[in-house]
């Protein structure tokens, strides 16, 4: 990836902007802002260089050996929050706003600590791209998973108080000391006060959320004046740049599964495409929105070494998680057996393998500031 510190951002970066925007402090580390991002990965309209010898598929299992250990107990919560649904072999979280989607288990846990590697790579090392103050306060993580984003961020801002909201009590025991986590649907009222938080991150609830104008609304309240909101939100379909991907390819039928199944439940996949992300949050009432587009390539095929790199970690992550993904899905909501479950990702993965399709998700981040008391 091009260095991010080059000042010509890509023109895929966009922003959306208050018609006074006061100056905010900006971070001086190399995370600080979106719109310093190039790099063949940034940007619709740009294509990543493939390396040679594509041809050569793999014999092994995509590197799963990358997976790192989850711990999943919290002894201080209430038996009730292990309230989990098995379905076909795998757990599910049950809340109270209707059934999650992904399963909660080990193996699915593994896999959000890869994503959340490969993520992190796309990025270029940063953990994320809102230039928020340089002594953030208190910091909520919301949907925060096995909480690998929070520990990181509570270990890169010792002073700040870092809250990880999820459904299930999946995160580790030991964490930094300004570390915590909750059990919190955060379709349900947000029990902090108005105007607390300097930042509130949001990653993958793509598929969860019934309003996402609602959610952003929220985040809106509860995020201090001057403060930042960001989120990332990944595409359900593989696309590439250097393949032509037909109608009838199982890349484009995993994407329409997927789709369909999301606006039955009333909960769309769709909210990374065109501007969606971007427009809600300004709708929300954020200033200085930016919106910035990014390719993650899917399996080792990029020639540039560090998007090889994130490539693997995605390609192992979905090698292990294909079925907990689409199990919930396809069968409860689009009526398919166990069995079709099966058989469709055993397709995708095989199609999937092949590093000559040059795969690619589309992620989009999008990030806000609250105006300032007084600002218009």
């Known amino acids: 990836m091009a260095s991010t510190s080059a000042k010509t951002p890509s023109p895929n970066v966009t922003a959306a902007t208050s018609p006074k925007s ?46 790192s250990e989850i711990q999943s107990s919290t002894n201080s919560l209430t038996e009730s929050i292990y309230a989990y649904r098995v379905l076909h072999g795998r757990t599910f979280n049950a809340p109270k706003t209707s059934e999650y989607w992904a399963p909660n288990d080990e193996q699915q846990n593994e896999g959000l600590d890869l994503l959340h590697n490969s993520l992190l790579m796309l990025l270029g090392d940063r953990l994320f791209l809102a230039p928020i103050d340089d002594n953030p306060q208190r910091v909520l993580d919301l949907g925060t998973g096995t909480g690998i984003w929070a520990i990181d961020f509570g270990d890169m801002y010792p002073g700040a108080e870092v809250i990880g909201t999820d459904l299930s009590p999946i995160q580790p025991v030991w964490t930094p000391p300004n570390v915590k986590f909750e059990i919190d649907d955060c379709l349900l009222e947000w029990t902090w006060p108005a105007n607390h938080f300097d930042f509130i991150h949001i990653r993958a609830l793509y598929g969860s959320i019934p309003d996402w104008r609602e959610l952003y609304g929220k985040a809106f309240k509860h995020c201090k004046p001057g403060g930042w909101v960001q989120d990332l939100e990944m595409d359900v379909r593989i696309q590439s740049d250097h393949v032509a991907i037909p109608e009838d390819h199982i890349f484009e039928e995993w994407g329409r599964a997927f789709l369909e199944s999301a606006e039955k439940n009333g909960r769309t996949f769709a909210i990374s495409h065109g501007h969606m992300m971007r427009d809600t949050m300004i709708a929300a009432g954020f200033v200085d929105v930016t919106e910035v587009k990014l390719k993650a390539p899917c399996h080792g095929w990029p020639r540039d070494p560090k998007l090889q790199q994130a490539g693997l970690l995605l ?45 690619w998700i589309l992620t989009t981040v999008v990030y806000g500031r609250k105006p300032e008391v007084g600002e218009t």
């Open 22 to 67: 006061p100056k905010s402090a900006k971070s001086p580390k190399s995370h600080s802002s979106g719109a310093e991002m190039t790099g063949e990965a940034v940007g619709t309209e740009q294509t990543i260089e493939a390396a040679a010898d594509l041809d050569v598929e793999d014999d092994d299992d995509g590197g799963s050996a990358l997976g």
């Open 315 to 359: 390609y192992a992550m979905l090698d292990q998680s294909l079925e907990g993904l689409g199990l919930y899905l396809l069968t409860k909501s689009l009526g398919w057996t166990a069995e079709e479950v099966f058989t469709f990702c055993a397709k995708f993965r095989t199609e999937m393998k092949k590093k000559s399709n040059c795969g």
